[in-house]
């Protein structure tokens, strides 16, 4: 199993531009979960999806970020327009139910100048 | 108050020693308690799943609940330096949700 695949590994970019994080979920799964990774605030569930339908945004920051699953296979993540502040490690993670050991991927080094 | 309270660290050990990481929550309904381990750049794996309260044992880790104090434990026996890695809790079934709150995670250092 090739596991949860995220992509950029690393992202560095200036503020103000638009970026998009990209995941693909273990096959079967029906459970798609995005999370960032801070220091200070650790781990922090951004936005999570039940077969491809968004079930909470609640932990969206502002409207800067938008979250899309077009496919069983496929989510993004964008941040437009980007701010230093948005500087984390986001993580993608798939489950076949809701919370019940979630599988996460490796990760994007998001950094913002 | 946060709902779940994890020590973050770091905690410093020879190799074989015992380890004890814990971790602490508020939230009376939860039923599902987890211990990832995260290696650095690495994301969070699962290491151990338990339901309520008790004992689970896999190979040199014990996970442990006591739902009665609202404390729960990952004991690491004999440990290595490979064991070095930054552990969260996470526990879930609370206010009918079953979606997972994170711990912050503790820093464990394993020292030849």
């Known amino acids: 199993d090739a596991g949860v695949i995220q992509s950029p590994r690393h992202e560095v970019t200036e503020m103000g531009q638009e970026v998009t994080l990209r995941c693909k979920p273990i096959s079967g799964h029906d459970y798609l979960f995005w999370y960032r990774q801070t220091m200070m605030r650790g781990l922090e569930l951004l936005i999570y999806?039940?077969?491809?339908?968004?079930?909470?945004d609640s932990g969206m920051p502002e409207d800067r970020f938008s979250a899309k699953m077009p496919n069983a296979s496929f989510s993004t993540l964008k941040i437009q327009p980007s701010e230093p502040r948005d500087s984390a490690v986001y993580f993608c993670?798939?489950?076949?139910?809701?919370?019940?050991?979630?599988?996460f991927g490796d990760g994007t080094r998001l950094s913002i100048l | 108050q946060k709902e779940v309270e994890q020590d973050p660290g770091p905690l410093s050990v020879p190799e074989g020693a015992i380890v004890s990481l814990n971790c602490t929550y508020s939230n009376s309904a939860f039923q599902y308690f987890m211990w990832y381990r995260q290696y650095s750049r690495k994301g969070p794996e699962l290491l151990m799943y338990t339901y309520s309260s008790g004992n689970k044992e896999d190979g040199r880790f014990t996970a442990q609940v006591d739902k009665s104090s609202k404390y729960i434990s990952l004991f690491i026996r004999d440990s290595q330096p490979s064991d070095s890695a930054t552990y969260l809790c996470?526990?879930?079934?609370?206010?009918?949700?079953?979606?997972?709150?994170f711990g912050r995670g503790t820093s464990l250092i394993v020292h030849p």
């Open positions: 993670a798939s489950s076949f139910n809701s919370g019940q050991g979630q599988h």
């Open positions: 999806f039940n077969n491809n339908v968004p079930i909470d």
């Open positions: 996470a526990m879930s079934g609370g206010r009918g949700s079953y979606i997972p709150t």
